[in-house]
C-alpha cells in the first residue's frame, strides 16, 4: 500500500539529475550540446545543455506525451510564450523555443538546485520560516500569472525549483498546460490536466481550473512541505484520490505552527472564499520574518 506520509512522490516526474548523456554528448539544432539529463516524466525529458552560442548553461525541454504532434506543439510554444510573457524572478525563465526534428523543444533557464519535491523525499518535513519563505516566493509568481489571466494549473511540489540546497530562492516552473482564465478546453479530450493530490475540490467535483484553484494547489503543496505528508490520505488511484478531495476535509496539520492560518485561508473549500494568491503572499513574507500571519480573509473552519 502507497506510503501516505510520502508526501513529494509526483508520479508524472522523475528527477535524474546525475544522469549523464553518454562520451559524446548529442548537439540540437546546432547549437546546444546536452550535458546530463535533470528529469523525464509525461510532459518530457529536461537536460542540462551548453549553449554554444552565448557559452552559458541552460535547461533544454524535448515535450513530449500522449498527445499527437500538433496538440504537442501547440502546448510547447504555450508554455514558452506564457513563461515568457510573465517575465517574473520567481518564474522559470524562458530563452527560445523552436520545432527540431519534429518535437518542440523550450530553452530554459537552469535552476541548479532541488526541486521541493526531492525535498520532500521519504515524508521528510521542512522548517516553518523555510516552507513561508518557499510559499511567499511562489504566491507572488502566481499573483502576477493571475493578474495576468494566466492560470497555472500543475501546482506541486515537482514545480517549484530551489536556486540552491539553502531553499532562499524560489522558481515556479512548468507552464506547459496553463491557459488563460477564459480558455477552458482540456489538453486533450477525456484528459484531466494536473495532478490528482493537489487538485482543489471544485476541480475534483468536475469545474474548470481557476486562479483559485492555483491557491488550493499552492496550499496543499505547502502542507506536504511543512507536514511531511499532504493534506489526504494516499487513496490509491486517481479517481478516489479526487472522490475523497471532493468529498472530505484535510487532514488537521500538526507542524504547521505559524503557517496554520494560512493553510486555513488556501484550503477553503468554498474557491468564493478562498484565499487569492496576492492574500496569501503577503501573509506567507509575514510568516516568514517571524509575524504573526493574520486571518487575511480566511475560512474560519477547521484545517
Not at 516566493?137 to 492560470?151: I, W
Not at 475523497?244 to 484535510?250: G, K, L, N, S, Y
Request: glycine share 10%.
Amino acid at each position: 500500500m502507497p506510503d501516505e506520509h510520502d508526501a513529494d512522490r509526483d508520479p508524472d516526474l522523475e528527477t535524474t539529475r546525475q544522469t549523464p548523456v553518454g562520451e559524446d554528448p548529442e548537439v540540437v539544432a546546432g547549437r546546444y550540446r546536452i550535458l546530463r539529463t535533470l528529469g523525464r516524466g509525461g510532459g518530457g525529458i529536461v537536460w542540462l545543455a551548453r549553449d554554444e552560442h552565448l557559452g552559458r548553461e541552460v535547461a533544454l525541454k524535448r515535450v513530449s506525451g500522449e498527445a499527437d504532434a500538433e496538440l504537442l506543439l501547440t502546448r510547447g510554444l504555450r508554455e514558452a510564450r506564457t513563461s515568457a510573457a510573465l517575465a517574473h524572478e520567481n518564474v522559470v525563465r524562458v530563452y527560445d523555443a523552436f520545432v527540431h526534428e519534429g518535437s518542440p523543444w523550450i530553452v530554459m533557464e537552469y535552476v541548479p538546485g532541488p526541486s521541493l519535491s526531492s525535498l520532500l523525499e521519504g515524508g521528510r518535513a521542512l522548517p516553518v520560516a523555510t516552507v513561508a519563505r518557499i510559499g511567499a516566493q511562489v504566491a507572488t509568481a502566481l499573483a502576477a500569472a493571475h493578474g495576468a489571466g494566466v492560470v497555472h494549473r500543475d501546482v506541486k511540489p515537482g514545480n517549484v525549483l530551489l536556486t540552491d540546497d539553502s531553499c532562499t530562492d524560489a522558481k515556479l516552473t512548468d507552464f506547459g498546460i496553463a491557459r488563460a482564465e477564459d480558455d477552458h478546453q482540456l489538453t486533450r479530450t477525456g484528459m484531466v490536466s494536473g495532478t490528482a493530490a493537489y487538485f482543489s475540490p471544485e476541480m475534483a467535483r468536475g469545474e474548470d481550473p481557476s486562479p483559485a484553484s492555483d491557491v488550493w494547489a499552492l496550499g496543499a503543496t505547502l502542507y506536504a512541505a511543512v507536514e511531511g505528508r499532504r493534506p489526504f490520505p494516499d487513496a490509491g488511484n486517481a479517481v478516489a484520490q479526487l472522490h475523497t478531495i471532493a468529498r472530505d476535509e484535510p487532514r488537521p496539520p500538526e507542524r504547521a505552527g505559524a503557517l496554520a492560518p494560512v493553510l486555513r485561508g488556501m484550503l477553503d473549500p468554498d474557491a468564493a472564499t478562498r484565499w487569492t494568491a496576492g492574500q496569501a503572499a503577503r501573509a506567507l513574507d509575514r510568516v516568514t520574518h517571524g509575524r504573526a500571519a493574520d486571518d487575511d480573509g480566511g475560512w474560519a473552519g477547521p484545517v
